[in-house]
């Protein structure tokens, strides 16, 4: 029973990945800039979001769909597509958006050769282009998750809204905190504190493991 719970338990976590075990911005710092720089308010860490999953998914699934054509040429073309995507919803959104391209300024184009894209084509290269989708989404689900956060505590410290709407949980304004240079600080603790959450994940169960490969030997004997 204990051996059977550890693979289920195990399982789970894998099919967590790349949003929470193996975080391509936490555990492997893919991205950073991309969710520093821009991520002053929780509107702008929603819309980085979308840029994300327009910049990657489709090309990743270009990618992986022309396996017969050599890799360079590959990475020119999903490139070359990823950067159109980009350039085509920034000019769809631009009005609606205004102080947002005024905050994330070059940003937005950089989005097309931005490094979680080819994080992805490689991670999945040989892997059918359902697989390589499935991925691409998870691994965009992870960037979101973090750059969110980052955006969310940064407006809710340093102007002291929620969504452009005034809080006053607080009673007064961190100022410091809209700065790049906390954004990168706060980054890395939350990094550091993933990172020792995921090794005490995986030190208990292989724990787990040794217990349970015990038990069986006991009861064969």
Sequence with gaps: MRTKSLRKHRAILEKTEPIFKGNPVLSLGICLPFVVVPSMTLKSGVLLSLFMFIATVIPVALYSSMGRTAKQYRFVISTIVSTLLVTAFSFATRNMFPDFYLLVGVYVILFGVNGLTTY??????????GKNII?????????????????????????????????????????????????????????AFFRTFERWIEKRLLVKSKRGRKEVTEDAK
């Excluded at 992805?120 to 282009?129: A, I, K, P, T």
């Excluded at 979101?144 to 929620?162: D, G, K, M, P, W």
């Design 120 to 129: 992805c084509q490689e991670r999945c290269e040989g892997e059918s282009v």
């Design 135 to 191: 991925f691409s989404l998870k691994a965009c689900t992870g960037y979101s998750l973090v750059v969110c956060f980052v955006s969310f505590i940064r407006e809710f410290l340093a102007l002291r809204t929620i969504w452009d709407h005034p809080v006053e949980l607080i009673p007064f304004k961190l100022t410091g905190v809209a700065f790049p240079f906390f954004g990168f600080i706060f980054l890395g603790f939350l990094s």
